[in-house]
């Protein structure tokens, strides 16, 4: 083998060696562009998938406001309406006719009364209208040492009253028995009003 042939031999080498090389650096390139490729495509698949992930909260959180402010829009107007139930009552035993309502008034005054003096609370319109009465009323047959008097002040009730002695209050006011009895009735009411009208939230 003559020098030319060995050094085109060696060459020949060579070549294959730097084309192996180079394809070598080729298919490193193209497994790290497929791989960055593969990392930016699942980067913004995850990107998409967290916006309309927000975008779902955003809805699911608007229609749970939307359905608690609608329930609270119905329950109010429930309740305003089981309100004006009750207020219609009152009116109708402060307006008991041929004086029921003050009749009323005495029979509690007379279960409330003991021995002891008392102070009457009642509101400025009963005050004026059948505080007297009441008084002398509830006065006939007890002693001067137990008599009921009439307040100064007027409350700020719907009507009843309230008595006040030394060692004990007694409220017999419209306002704390209706709102007694509205806490005790007031499903059953909503039962009776709203039966078959209760929508879905």
Do not use: C, H
Request: hydrophobic share 40%.
């Amino acid at each position: 083998m003559t020098v030319e042939n060995i050094r085109n031999a060696i060459s020949a080498d060579a070549e294959r060696e730097a084309d192996r090389i180079r394809q070598a650096g080729r298919n490193r390139a193209d497994e790290k562009f497929r791989q960055g490729r593969q990392s930016l495509q699942r980067e913004f698949e995850r990107r998409i998938a967290d916006a309309e992930q927000l975008e779902q909260d955003k809805k699911n959180r608007s229609v749970i406001a939307l359905r608690s402010a609608r329930g609270m829009e119905v329950l109010s107007a429930k309740n305003a309406v089981i309100d004006e139930v009750f207020d219609k009552a009152v009116e109708k035993l402060v307006g008991l006719p041929s004086g029921g309502y003050k009749e009323l008034l005495l029979k509690w005054l007379g279960d409330a009364a003991t021995g002891d003096p008392a102070e009457l609370v009642l509101n400025a319109r009963d005050k004026q209208a059948i505080g007297p009465e009441l008084l002398d009323r509830t006065n006939k047959g007890r002693n001067e040492g137990s008599a009921v008097t009439l307040a100064e002040e007027s409350a700020e009730i719907s009507g009843g009253f309230v008595l006040r002695t030394e060692r004990y209050e007694i409220d017999r006011t419209l306002d704390s028995i209706i709102a007694d009895l509205k806490e005790d009735m007031a499903p059953e009411i909503a039962a009776e009003l709203f039966a078959g009208r209760v929508e879905r939230l």
